[in-house]
């Protein structure tokens, strides 16, 4: 399983344009990166594969804690 947070460093080192994203390691800090992000979210686990524990979509405090809970047991910290 791939780390997508490496993989978006990674993109940016080589000048390919990548949405805003930041690694969250728990719910509140999953809804201060949303809120800095602003609009609707993705939140999804580091590692994995094939969609696993990823929302879409997700906008409000309780909605990014609800995708943070869904997304950590896949892979811990969570991107969002």
């Known amino acids: ?3 997508k947070a490496a ?3 990674w993109l940016r ?16 800090a999953a809804v201060a990166a949303a809120e800095r992000i ?3 979210v993705v939140v999804k686990p580091t590692r994995g594969a094939k969609g696993r524990g ?3 979509g997700i906008e409000g405090a309780e909605a990014v804690r609800a995708a ?13």
Do not use: C, W
């Open 68 to 80: 943070y809970r869904h997304a950590a047991p896949a892979g811990g910290t969570v991107l969002v």
């Open 54 to 56: 990823v929302s879409i």
């Open 38 to 40: 602003g609009g609707a």
């Open 13 to 28: 080192q080589l000048g390919v344009p990548v949405l805003r994203s930041e690694r969250a390691a728990d719910a509140e």
């Open 1 to 3: 399983y791939r780390d």
């Open 7 to 9: 993989t978006v460093a």
